[in-house]
């Protein structure tokens, strides 16, 4: 019976060595396959007179790509681009500080539409300017796989703010875009604010260490306002001001879906933290504020944490008023909000707390490459 699935004369070795052979078969297509992407990339480095990069040509069926600090150039982008449009393994890919330019980022933009597999891309520190963001928000517009986008330091300014807009209104599979460290400005902000509010999609945005300032900043709030998928804005390092906290303020009053906000150093004095209080003391949705390093002093912690106390729908978890001289009046208020919101986590400058894992990047102290003028 044992060997009734077998066909008669065939010894059950063989049977095995069949297998191991179709095994064998398939393995070398695969192999093929790596041999022939190599060699395309291999020819293509050649024709741009660049040398290979060892981790292209192992590269495999690994998910990840990393390529950052490798001084590629355009011309290593242009052979790059190749190895991209062959390759359907990889998720994540790695380019950082590459010094990639416009140009370089015009020889990647066929590749980053086509593909079908990558879903993270990290284009930080590679000098892009208006051209690159134009060609890679041109190229972010057509492939809706892409979902995390970083564009760290890429000295984008205010002709770059309409692409990155036109890229916010269409590309609705996009969650997460890192704009850190950049040069948006006022009418920078005049342009992301109305993207924000048409948006749908987006839930994580960092803006941290621009210019927003000025109209810029409260038409940037306002576009939050109306937003109904962001949970995560890291806007610390701008100098939105007191009329910028107002607009935030007004924007918590009816924005019922973002969870952390960070607003360090951004010249908030006590009459902006008034204004942020009046949208805290409704909001049910935040979890996380982070307002250290503002100009607010005790006074302006106190309207804070007072419109807390008077909201008793308020979810959050932890207000970060570090670096910010307080007083006795706010430590004793401090102490009785225990009773009344037990979760909430207070952080001074005097106080210092382990936060939990889940609370996200936004808390993570940035390291300052220049200081906003």
């Given at each position: ?22 095994d064998l078969e398939t393995e070398g297509t695969h192999g093929l396959g790596e041999l022939v992407k190599n060699n395309l990339y291999l020819r293509s480095c050649r024709a741009h007179n660049v040398v290979p990069a060892s981790c292209v040509l192992r590269q495999g069926k690994a998910p990840e790509l990393n390529l950052r600090h490798r001084g590629l150039g355009p011309q290593g982008a242009r052979a790059l681009a190749s190895a991209l449009t062959s390759n359907p393994y990889v998720k994540w890919l790695d380019l950082r500080d590459n010094e990639l330019c416009g140009a370089g980022m015009e ?267």
């Open positions: 019976m044992a060997a009734a699935g077998r066909l008669a004369g065939v010894p059950e070795a063989e049977s095995s060595d069949t297998d191991t052979d179709s020889a990647l933009a066929h590749a980053l539409s086509k593909s079908s597999s990558i879903c993270e891309v990290d284009l930080s520190e590679n000098q892009l300017g208006a051209v690159g963001a134009q060609v890679i928000c041109a190229a972010l517009m057509t492939n809706s796989a892409i979902q995390k986008v970083q564009l760290t330091g890429n000295n984008l300014e205010e002709q770059a703010a309409q692409y990155l807009a036109e890229l916010l209104r269409a590309h609705t599979g996009l969650k997460s875009l890192d704009l850190s460290y950049n040069q948006l400005n006022d009418q920078a902000g005049e342009k992301l604010g109305p993207a924000l509010a048409e948006n749908t999609g987006l839930t994580e945005l960092n803006i941290s260490w621009n210019h927003l300032r000025g109209p810029g900043a409260v038409s940037f709030a306002r576009g939050l306002g109306a937003n109904i998928y962001l949970r995560v804005l890291d806007i610390l390092y701008n100098g939105f001001g007191d009329p910028g906290a107002s607009a935030v303020g007004e924007a918590l009053r009816t924005n019922n879906v973002l969870e952390e906000l960070n607003m360090s150093n951004n010249r908030i004095s006590v009459v902006g933290a008034r204004s942020l209080g009046l949208g805290l003391r409704v909001n049910q949705t935040l979890r996380i504020l982070v307002v250290s390093r503002n100009l607010m002093q005790s006074e302006g912690c106190l309207r804070v944490l007072k419109s807390v106390r008077d909201n008793p729908a308020s979810t959050l978890e932890l207000l970060d008023f570090s670096d910010i001289q307080v007083n006795r009046e706010f430590d004793d208020l401090a102490t009785s909000m225990r009773v009344i919101l037990p979760g909430l986590c207070i952080k001074t400058g005097v106080h210092r707390v382990e936060y939990k894992k889940e609370l996200l990047a936004v808390l993570k102290p940035s390291l300052p490459v220049s200081t906003p003028k």
